[in-house]
């Protein structure tokens, strides 16, 4: 597997996204285009193909969006207890390769670790239920908590009051490409994408980002 060249000399902080970046995707994918149309079929007594149709109407409405990645939008607008439905097929929430390993790696180059993610505060705490990783983070940061998903104009200007940085000496990784495009937008310096965010689906384009396969990649030798 081929290393990717990072300037860690040069980096202060690190920003890690959170679903399909630290964690497999693939427990989002299946409660919302799976789970959540069962469930919802359920309540409506609807088939799950007509449920999938009308969630998948509903969801792009808001994609890009805070409301996107609303718990509280989501479950006033369907009338549904969404953080308990998650819980049903919480044993598909995973950690991806490696991940442990590189958070260990980050303390020890003394690096300023920041989970920055548009999941909700909800969606947050659920998985920290399940997956130990809470301690590797200096500070967790939801959009939430700034006021505009990571792929909004104005996100990382209104970050910035929130948590001082470099621009220059920061690196961030995700798997949402219109995030990135934002981040490269404002001057992040450092940025890689996800090469397969999904464990069950194809790799994805990840257009002029480096993909990351594995974070075994960008960790050498101390």
């Known amino acids: 597997m081929k290393q990717i060249p990072i300037n860690w000399q040069n980096i202060q902080t690190v920003f890690l996204d959170m679903d399909g970046t630290l964690l497999d995707l693939h427990f989002d994918n299946h409660f919302w285009l799976e789970h959540m149309p069962k469930r919802y079929a359920e309540k409506h007594g609807i088939s799950n193909a007509e449920a999938h149709t009308d969630l998948l109407a509903n969801y792009q409405k808001h994609k890009g969006t805070l409301k996107w990645y609303c718990l509280d939008h989501w479950q006033e607008t369907l009338q549904m207890d969404i953080v308990n439905l998650k819980h049903e097929v919480a044993e598909r929430i995973a950690l991806r390769e490696h991940v442990i390993e590189f958070l260990h790696y980050l303390q020890k180059l003394q690096k300023r670790v920041v989970l920055l993610t548009n999941a909700h505060n909800k969606t947050v705490d659920l998985k920290f239920s399940y997956i130990d990783m809470q301690q590797y983070f200096d500070r967790v940061i939801t959009a939430h908590d700034i006021g505009l998903a990571k792929e909004q104009p104005g996100f990382w200007q209104a970050l ?8 220059n000496k920061s690196l961030f990784i995700d798997d949402n490409l219109e995030v990135l495009q934002a981040a490269e937008r ?10 397969q965010p999904d464990s069950r689906k194809s790799i994805v384009d990840t257009g002029k980002y480096p993909a990351l396969q594995s974070y075994t990649q960008i960790m050498s030798d101390l």
């Open 186 to 195: 404002y001057g992040i310096k450092y940025l890689l994408a996800i090469q």
């Open 160 to 167: 910035q009051k929130e948590e001082r940085f470099d621009k």
